[in-house]
């Protein structure tokens, strides 16, 4: 977060963010939303976090020195796949500043804004046509 969102978030933002990362949150995530991970040689190199229930994303993330490879495109064409496979019509995400690009690629539109303490985030949707 430190590097990747230091350019679009000041240093309070980044802080207050990294505060919040608490091990019962993590946890509590663990259990309640779904979770896919990209290795490269056995290295974590990138992950992402979603519900199918939900219809939402809430975080694809790549290690620093692994970005601009295809990986978070990767981890999120599974995701994408297992939205369709339930049979979910749009997926729903907040996108951070830094990542609305990204998500614009994948053929996401910005819906709104939000705030999540210093932390400004673009609300975005993108809804799923069965190509069959």
């Not at 309640?32 to 290795?39: K, L, M």
């Not at 199918?52 to 290690?63: F, K, M, R, W």
């Not at 303490?117 to 993108?126: A, P, R, S």
């Amino acid at each position: 977060m430190r590097e990747v969102n230091s350019e679009f978030y000041s240093p309070e933002a980044v802080s207050e963010w990294l505060r919040d990362i608490l091990e019962e949150n993590v946890k509590y995530q663990f259990q309640n939303s779904d979770w896919i991970v990209a290795e490269e040689k056995g290295k974590l190199v990138g992950f992402g976090q979603y519900s199918v229930a939900d219809g939402e994303i809430y975080q694809i993330n790549v290690d620093p020195d692994f970005l601009k490879q295809g990986i978070g495109r990767r981890l999120y064409d599974v995701m994408e796949d297992k939205f369709k496979n339930a049979g979910k019509e749009k997926i729903s995400l907040n996108a951070t500043l830094n990542a609305v690009g990204f998500y614009q690629r994948l053929g996401f539109v910005r819906k709104g804004k939000n705030a999540i303490g210093l932390v400004n985030m673009i609300k975005m949707e993108k809804f799923l046509h069965d190509s069959q």
